[in-house]
């Protein structure tokens, strides 16, 4: 006879939701995080203070938005697809992290009250996809390009930082850093490659004791006795180990008849590494910058042959130093013909605040710089490194693709009464899935003004009526005067291609996590017990 009992096909301890349940899932995982993170968006966003756990306990204030998600712990799949998004987001253009995940949130905020009124996944699906190129078509249109005109395209930049700048820590000195971030990019001559970009925290003074510097600053001292400058420098960047003494350093044992074996020990030791610095110095340069320590013996003979030792460089500073300088980082010096020198003008020592630092000026990628970031404590530096960051990134992302857009939820107000405007015409369920998509894209600008403490749902409603009047102006959410303004005059600019991005991302997150209709959790590993363990 054949049973009715289903078949079981998961192992023990295994888990599954299907249908309903597992879509309603995802959706309260999106949304839960959609609303944790919503609060940081805008100039007027609130911060969220992240503590870890352990013994160190270490404690993060910050509102950037990739930083917060990043940080939390999640257990819900759909939630932790948002995260990646974001990630991704601030990897490829550096900004709009938060954006992009209010904006996932809000569209399956939208498909939950599509789903439980008997539209279909798939025809939420098609009806975004449309809404979507509409959108993405209005923001294309209304887009600003002012490359050819360098004092313009300048000041877009600088209002593109600034506007970047608003919501983060370093919004009290905008002109400094904005600044700052633009003179840094500009200096790449086109290049998206930051890495000639060198981001300094030094613990002191205030923030607005920052400063751009051209050429490299290395965080390190020069060893004893050695001159202060050289000029014209050859630089060999290594990693190797310049210890002599091998056996007090690994705490071996060595038995022997006599005193006189250890010492003849010692003295091979000793002529290996002399031997080792000879070659170093057939090599032909004048600076020497290694990765591990130097210790006292190849330090002297640096000394007494005018080479200058740089010990214990941090290894990302090191392959940074390298890139500059034109060097390559070596380790084994048997064939000094084939190690590349690194070259620059002139290497001195300066004082950054209370600390020492040697400065590099005149190097092979005359793009590079630093930036020297000072403050109070180590939370203002980070959170001031964060948002120099993210503001270099979006600058160096409009250099390569130059339109711009105005800012303030101006956009989003456009796109939405466009994509509003075609969901009449198609009508149906699709329509209506479109309108949930206008819908969402005007969120944007309502969690703004909310988080500046204005009455969001006027504000977008104030926005919604000029635009559909036309009444010129690109207007957007003025949390300065607290209502609607014209985002031209106000000087709010962004990033076309940061804010397409931040569409396109926030669909495809959305419509992966709809599409789903089943979930499948594996069964914990079991633990095995321990035989020493009694009872």
């Not at 007027?44 to 712990?73: W, Y």
């Not at 539209?119 to 959108?135: D, T």
């Not at 690994?250 to 010692?266: L, M, T």
């Amino acid at each position: 006879m054949t049973s009715l009992q289903p078949a079981q096909i998961l192992a023990d301890g295994a888990s599954e939701e299907k249908g309903e349940q597992a879509r309603m899932s995802n959706y309260v995982g999106a949304i839960a995080l959609c609303d944790l993170i919503k609060t940081t968006l805008g100039p007027k966003g609130m911060d969220k203070i992240l503590q870890s756990t352990g013994r160190d306990a270490e404690v993060t204030v910050t509102n950037d938005g990739a930083t917060i998600l990043k940080s939390i712990m999640l257990d819900n799949p759909a939630a932790k697809l948002l995260v990646e998004i974001s990630k991704v987001q601030d990897d490829e253009v550096g900004d709009g992290t938060t954006s992009v995940c209010v904006l996932a949130g809000e569209l399956l905020r939208e498909a939950e009250k599509a789903t439980e009124s008997g539209i279909h996944p798939q025809v939420v699906i098609k009806g975004w996809r449309q809404a979507s190129a509409i959108a993405l078509s209005s923001l294309a249109s209304f887009a600003i390009d002012h490359k050819s005109s360098p004092e313009q395209y300048r000041a877009d930049l600088l209002q593109i930082a600034k506007t970047t700048l608003s919501s983060k820590i370093l919004n009290a000195d905008l002109d400094k850093f904005a600044n700052l971030a633009v003179d840094s990019v500009l200096r790449l001559k086109g290049s998206t490659d930051l890495s000639a970009i060198h981001i300094i925290k030094k613990r002191g003074g205030s923030l607005r004791d920052s400063f751009l510097d051209s050429g490299f600053i290395l965080e390190k001292k020069f060893g004893i006795g050695q001159p202060k400058t050289i000029s014209n420098a050859k630089v060999l960047i290594a990693n190797t180990a310049m210890d002599n003494d091998k056996i007090k350093i690994f705490g071996s044992r060595v038995k022997s008849e006599s005193s006189e074996v250890v010492a003849n020990i010692e003295k091979a030791e000793r002529d290996k590494m002399i031997a080792k610095c000879n070659k170093i110095k057939a090599t032909g340069c004048n600076v020497f910058i290694n990765r591990q320590l130097i210790y006292n013996l190849p330090e002297n003979f640096f000394t007494d042959n005018n080479i200058i030792s740089i010990e214990h460089s941090d290894f990302d500073g090191m392959e940074r130093l390298a890139l500059v300088l034109g060097a390559e980082i070596t380790s084994t010096f048997d064939h000094p013909e084939l190690i590349q020198l690194g070259a620059c003008d002139k290497i001195e020592e300066i004082f950054l605040g209370e600390d020492k630092a040697i400065k590099f000026s005149g190097v092979q990628l005359g793009e590079a710089c630093t930036i020297v970031l000072r403050g109070p404590t180590k939370h203002l530096l980070d959170e001031a490194e964060r948002a120099m960051h993210d503001a270099i990134s979006v600058i160096s992302q409009t250099v390569g693709e130059s339109k711009i857009i105005y800012g303030g939820g101006c956009a989003e107000n456009k796109m939405a009464a466009q994509v509003e405007k075609r969901s009449r015409e198609v009508g149906g369920k699709e329509g209506s899935v479109m309108e949930g998509f206008g819908r969402a894209l005007r969120k944007i600008p309502m969690y703004i003004a909310a988080n500046g403490g204005l009455d969001g749902e006027e504000i977008v409603g104030e926005m919604r009526r000029r635009e559909e009047k036309k009444e010129e102006g690109w207007w957007g959410v003025d949390v300065v005067s607290g209502g609607v303004g014209d985002m031209k005059e106000r000087g709010v600019v962004e990033s076309w291609k940061v804010k397409r991005k931040v569409v396109e991302s926030a669909v495809e997150a959305a419509e992966m996590i709809i599409r789903v209709d089943e979930i499948v959790r594996s069964a914990p590993r079991p633990r095995e017990r321990d035989p020493r363990m009694r009872g």
